[in-house]
């Protein structure tokens, strides 16, 4: 039996309309969510990306604006503009592209983020809320899979959840989100050892390592929930993610697609995000 899809591109659509909605009614007291954007450098997919992210915004009320630089700024152009948008009463979230061009220290820009305006959730104080339970703002990408998982009715509480990648944009993150929902969770990354044994154990494997077709079907539990976050393009210039999907959609319960699963919800829990950010505001 074939594994039901998850259309992360239907439900963000649902997501985008209900923040469509909460925009208008902010609206209505004068409140319009702003969204700052910084990209640096000249990559063609952070170009791709900040496009689909504004039209986004745009086809949701939330004002956004571009602020564009060469592949030859400077560290403290990027704080300067930061400290701006910080102090910005219009601007609600704030949104650092990445990769930075690699002789700026993307720890240091991301750290001069306001916690407040920080809608991407990578700020220390953030991640250290979402350690504590108390979260602020979640990382888009964890946030869009847990809506996802919600979305489809997957069981999670005292089920075996696999995460292959531990970057603190997906990995870490969204293995304490799954830990939250009382999940048993266990982190794989380039040192384990034996990966496939592991992944035969889970029943939601998320694959977020960054390697086109890393999980296949044969390291897949049959029935369980596949998430794949990877987006690799490859030398015909087509997308493919961590999973080989159809190998996998045979023996899984549950999977994603690449395109259309896990990277609209992305973007539809980053408008939610500073949504919430413009709320919080509006509220103090």
Sequence with gaps: MAAQ???????????????????ERLSQRGIRPGLGVILAGDDPASRVYVRNKQRACEETGVHSKLFGFDASVSETQ????LEALNSDPAIHGILVQLPLPRHIDAARVLEAVSPAKDIDGFHAANLGALLAGAPRFVPCTP?????LLEHAGVPLAGRRAVVIGRSNIVGKPLALLLLQKDATVTICHSKSVNL???????EILVAAAGRAKLVTADMVKPGACVIDVGVNRGADGKLAGDVDFDAVKAVAGWITPVPGGVGPMTIAM???????????????
């Excluded at 990027?78 to 503009?81: C, S, T």
């Excluded at 946030?143 to 809506?147: C, L, N």
């Excluded at 980053?270 to 103090?284: D, F, K, P």
């Design 270 to 284: 980053l408008l939610e995000n500073c949504l919430h950010a413009a709320e919080n505001e509006s509220a103090t």
């Design 5 to 23: 899809i998850l259309d992360g591109k239907s439900l963000a659509a649902l997501v985008r309309a209900g923040v469509k909605a909460r925009v």
């Design 143 to 147: 946030a869009g899979v847990m809506r």
């Design 196 to 202: 496939g044994s592991i992944t035969r154990e889970a």
């Design 78 to 81: 990027l704080l300067q503009r």
